[in-house]
């Protein structure tokens, strides 16, 4: 995964040169963990829930002329888990780490005013100095990498003892959708909608509870939200 964060800080490097943009998003946001559940009798079956964590972090990405380019990203955030009934949460005293790389696509705007003013040609509008409110839809896709800081933690809350013992780094595949909103060509909000497939699980822990006992895992699957105000810090010259 270093390799790849390698390569597309490479890539926008030489690219810097000729590049329309280059913006820095820092992100606040929360993201979601699927947790399973399941008790020592496999007749018993499982439980399958999300658990809601905070996170901050940023995204670094080249936008070239035509509207894409690559991204670099890091996000952090203490990782959530629920209780075994689904009832509480708390945090396990975890820090996830989560470094992305990828590829992104951004729209062409469409302009509000446009939509709204109907009696406006398309030439009138162009001859326009200030165009108002804008939104660009911009979709993207690439690699995860997450990581918790090491440890081993035993708790209880909701009446269940917990004892941790794993924590381990991933890698998953993430696509998303985001919104840029500008106004007279200058962005000024940007929110986010990814989805994340991990590929194994990030933490486990034994549960007991009176005579009960269980074993519970969370992989770093799941959905998360961010929202950021965009900041540039490249852009080429006409």
């Known amino acids: ?38 008790s ?13 964590s905070p996170t901050i972090g940023g995204r670094l990405m080249y936008i070239s002329k035509n509207g894409h380019g690559p991204y670099v990203g890091f996000h952090m955030g ?26 992104q696509w951004l729209s062409k705007p469409v302009y509000f005013k446009h939509l709204w003013d109907n009696g406006m040609n398309r030439e009138e509008f162009e001859n326009l100095s200030r165009k108002g409110l804008a939104v660009q839809l911009q979709p993207s896709a690439g690699l995860v990498y997450t990581r ?11 009446g269940t003892t917990y004892n941790d013992f794993g924590y381990r780094a991933n890698i998953g595949l993430n696509a998303g959708l985001g919104l840029m909103l500008s106004n007279n060509g200058k962005p000024f909000l940007s929110l986010s909608f990814n989805y994340t497939k991990s590929f194994g699980d990030i933490y486990r822990s034994e549960l007991h509870s009176g ?28």
């Open 40 to 52: 020592s009798s496999p007749l018993q079956g499982y439980k399958s829930y999300s658990s809601l």
């Open 78 to 103: 203490d990782l959530t888990i629920s209780s075994y009934d689904n009832t509480t949460s708390r945090s396990v005293g975890v820090t996830l780490y989560r470094y992305e790389a990828g590829y």
């Open 211 to 238: 005579t009960n006992s269980a074993y519970q895992t969370t992989k770093a699957s799941g959905w998360n939200f961010g929202a950021g105000v965009p900041i540039t810090i490249l852009k080429k010259k006409k």
């Open 148 to 158: 918790g800081t090491a440890g081993s933690n035993t708790y209880s809350f909701s």
């Open 1 to 38: 995964m270093k390799r790849v964060l390698i390569i597309s800080l490479s890539i926008a490097a030489l690219q810097k040169a000729q590049a329309q943009r280059l913006v820095f998003l820092p992100e606040v946001g929360v993201q979601t963990f699927k947790t399973d559940a399941r």
